[in-house]
Structure formats: structure tokens, C-alpha cells
């Protein structure tokens, strides 16, 4: 699994947290403030055009160069 992947991952299981745990949580007189949902769509965009390319670039086969005699290589 590539970096992007696993960041893309994190961030999806946070925007998971936020949804169905709230964006802050209190307990007693301490209170915890999770990250903004808007940041972490911005995140999430982002480590997922990450993630593509680095697929996209995993999966492309190598160039082959042919060279002849005579004429010209391609």
C-alpha cells in the first residue's frame, strides 16, 4: 500500500470519527476538539489524486525500445 493510500485511509477513518462521534467531545470539565470537517475533505481530495497517480504510475508497463540493423529503432 502506497503512503497516499494510508493517508487517504487516516483521513477517511477521522471524517468517519467526526461523523458518528461529533466534532468535539466533553468529559468533565475537559473538552476535546476534533479536526474541521472542511480541512479534512481538502485532505481527503487531495490523497486521493495522490493515490491515483502513484497507481497510475505502478501500472504502466516500461517502454520498449527495439533497435534494427538497418533502418531506424523505435
Same mark, same amino acid.
Given at each position: 500500500?502506497?503512503?497516499?493510500?494510508?493517508?487517504?485511509?487516516?483521513?477517511?477513518?477521522?471524517?468517519?470519527?467526526? #461523523?458518528?462521534?461529533?466534532?468535539?467531545?466533553?468529559?468533565?470539565?475537559?473538552?476535546?476538539?476534533?479536526?474541521? #470537517?472542511?480541512? #479534512?475533505?481538502? #485532505?481527503?481530495?487531495?490523497?486521493?489524486?495522490?493515490?491515483?497517480?502513484?497507481?497510475?504510475?505502478?501500472?504502466?508497463?516500461?517502454?520498449?525500445?527495439?533497435?534494427?540493423?538497418?533502418?531506424?529503432?523505435?
Amino acid at each position: 500500500m502506497s503512503t497516499a493510500q494510508q493517508r487517504l485511509d487516516e483521513v477517511r477513518a477521522a471524517i468517519r470519527d467526526i #461523523l458518528n462521534k461529533g466534532q468535539s467531545v466533553r468529559k468533565g470539565d475537559r473538552q476535546v476538539d476534533r479536526a474541521q #470537517l472542511a480541512s #479534512l475533505r481538502v #485532505l481527503e481530495e487531495q490523497y486521493a489524486e495522490q493515490a491515483a497517480y502513484e497507481a497510475a504510475a505502478t501500472s504502466k508497463r516500461p517502454r520498449q525500445v527495439r533497435l534494427y540493423s538497418r533502418g531506424k529503432g523505435i
